[in-house]
């Protein structure tokens, strides 16, 4: 990604220092609102196709055209930045190449988000972007091209069909209708007029901020975060149930379908993962960026904290940023964290150097070291003394011995209901650590 910088700053020839004429003169992007399109579809041979029949319960209207919104904001007459937003929620991106390409006497720029290391590449011309959004994690050839407009501050649609039903509250909800196997999860959703918002929570993760709208008999969720690209789309039936399709960039494609349920619950993620004979904890070792090999024996303090993720899993992230704000409130636990973590790159060495820009770019007083490959498998193998790791994140709490007295699997983050359940529960268990270390003393 830095040599792609470098090589477009020689092309440009001229770094950020481009102008835009656009009333005023402004040294990049015109500030205000921007919404923006991927095109998921019509890309042939990478998105998987419903199942033939399937579609005739349930008619889609969109070709896969998943909208986003974000903000352009300058800090002075030379400075900017942006804003995604889904939802409430607002990821602010700093890192932003711009310049004049002289081949095509186009302004070109490139938009790399923190710590996941994806980034838009496209050309800037009459208020409109044309590029595309690449994932170097995923492959070097995964990419969706992508359009953004100047001026532009609705989601799906301007219009104002009268909602035939208010979908708020919980819904229980079947992912994968048309594959082998199906998959649980809970919808929350809060409607205001034609205006939603809601996230879908499974037994290991939750799909974050998502924000649409209803219009009369259907339903639209998007959300785009820098890693993920998420696309809901469904029918209002007669009997009040929902049927659609939901879209995970170009690379999945399901139907699911959801019934209102507000007493739906699902497994306590501190029951999920269970420890077994088979394996003593404190002597794995795995290596670091730094060159160092690290372990829980490293650790210092009567609790300590394991976390397996990934750096490309969002539900790590909000996880992660958890984690560095709960450690600036408890500076007891400052060299008691250790990120164990499992990446898409396929060479150990693009994996480290992902480690090492995801640390700075969240400022994470802990360190971070290379499990393997992202997958449970490897995840497990790596763990024997886990019965499985089921999800990314999973977080292991210890005692000052290295044993495991806690598993954490999955995380439901600040866009559920859950994320205040899991912060009071999380402080408790770690008070009552502390406890039993001091009568020990």
Known sequence: M????????????????????????????????WRGELLLENLPGKTKQLEEGVEMRFQEVTRGELPFNFEVVYTD???????????????RVDDIVMGLDRSTARDTLIITFPAYGTYIEGEFEENVINGRWVDPSRGDDYEIP??????????????????????????EVTFGLDKEETETAIGEFEQDGNDLRGTFRTETSDYRFLE????????????????????????ILPDSSLLGVYRS??????????????????????????????????????????????GPADLDGPVKL???????????????RFLRDYLAEHPELSN???????????????????LQRYRENLELPYPIA???????????????????????PTLLILDGDNRIRHIHSGFSGPATDQYAEFSAAFHEIVTQLFREADKEL
């Open 2 to 33: 830095h040599q792609l910088k470098t090589a477009l700053l020689l092309v440009l020839g001229m770094g950020a220092t481009a102008c835009i004429q656009i009333d005023n003169t402004f040294t990049g992007l015109p500030p205000g609102p």
């Open 77 to 91: 007459d030379t400075t900017f930045y942006l804003e995604f937003i889904n939802g409430e929620e607002r990821i």
């Open 146 to 171: 992508l359009t953004a407009r100047f001026g532009e501050d609705h989601r799906f649609t301007r219009l104002r069909k009268e909602p035939i039903m208010d979908v708020s509250g919980r819904w």
């Open 212 to 235: 649409g709208t209803v219009q009369a008999d259907k339903l639209y969720l998007s959300c785009f975060d820098g890693t993920h690209a998420y696309l809901f789309e469904a029918k």
């Open 249 to 294: 960039g170009t690379h999945y494609k399901t139907l699911w379908e959801a019934r209102r349920n507000e007493g739906i619950e699902l497994s306590d993620p501190f029951r999920r993962t269970s420890a077994r004979e088979g394996g003593e904890l404190a002597a794995l070792r795995f290596p670091a960026p730094d060159g160092r090999s690290l």
């Open 306 to 320: 394991i976390q397996i993720l990934g750096t490309w899993c969002p539900n790590c992230l909000d996880e992660t």
């Open 336 to 354: 008691s964290v250790l990120g164990v973590a499992f990446e898409r790159y396929p060479d150990s060495i693009r994996a480290m150097e992902q």
């Open 370 to 392: 290379l499990g393997g490959k992202a997958s449970k498998a490897e995840a497990s193998r790596a763990f024997p003394m886990l019965d499985e790791v089921r999800a990314f």
